[in-house]
């Protein structure tokens, strides 16, 4: 089957400096790729769509200024999340789907700390 | 009125028990539907996607409903393993492309 693999796993970071996450699809071209964040013993929240080739599309309530989201190749996209804060400490999935309103297959996540 | 409504639960059941998770649903335009499973600290997988029809999957059966816009998940004998939150997931039709929402997840725990 289809896997996203998705890169760290874990990062501890100090308050004010960027991380970037990344999320590939290894065996499928994914022209879209989504980010979430989960907050412990809450679902997933989508934070915005990445498109290849063009801007991401952010959700209500979620900076684009703070989560940088880039989506250079039909495999990779990245989720930068620049000055970060201990509040931004989170669960961040990243998904991609073959096609429109299909399946979802998901990262292995990112836990990020910051401390 | 919420996108995607779950019970969060948790249903506690013993080995053996049916249990049975509803999920509605508010935009009448959605056509996809799905049910995931996530374990403590894992990314969510694909249990089963929901058909019209209903479908079913071994011990587990998927129903939808369209006219209450309502899907619903039916475990037959439970297994300890079948502890985990199961997340429903619908299609929001949108300008250019269809996101997928999730619910809140409903927590099941399978005891001896």
């Known amino acids: 089957g289809a896997v996203v693999s998705q890169h760290p796993s874990r990062v501890i970071c100090k308050s004010g400096t960027s991380v970037k996450i990344e999320c590939r699809s290894l065996?499928?071209?994914?022209?879209?790729m989504f980010w979430y964040r989960q907050f412990p013993k809450k679902s997933l929240m989508l934070m915005a769509t990445?498109?290849?080739?063009?801007?991401?599309?952010?959700e209500q309530g979620v900076e684009k200024d703070k989560f940088l989201i880039n989506h250079a190749s039909l495999t990779l996209s990245t989720l930068t999340v620049t000055s970060a804060h201990p509040e931004d400490s989170s669960f961040y999935i990243c998904?991609?789907?073959?096609?429109?309103?299909?399946?979802?297959?998901f990262g292995e996540g990112s836990r990020l700390t910051v401390l | 009125r919420k996108e995607v409504e779950q019970d969060p639960g948790p249903f506690n059941v013993p080995e053996g028990a049916t249990v049975a998770f509803n999920c509605t649903y508010s935009?009448?335009?959605?056509?996809?539907f799905f049910w995931y499973r996530q374990d403590c600290r894992k990314e969510p997988k694909l249990l089963m996607s929901v058909y019209s029809s209903g479908n079913e999957d071994g011990r587990f059966t998927a129903q939808l409903n369209r006219a209450s816009q309502y899907i619903s998940l039916l475990i037959r004998d439970s297994k300890l393993s079948d502890s985990a939150t199961y997340l429903c997931v619908v299609n929001i039709p949108d300008t250019g492309f269809q996101k997928l929402v999730f619910g809140t997840g409903t927590r099941l725990l399978v005891s001896p």
């Open positions: 998904s991609a789907s073959r096609r429109m309103g299909g399946e979802l297959f």
């Open positions: 990445s498109n290849e080739g063009s801007k991401a599309t952010y």
């Open positions: 065996d499928f071209q994914a022209t879209t």
């Open positions: 935009n009448s335009a959605s056509q996809s």
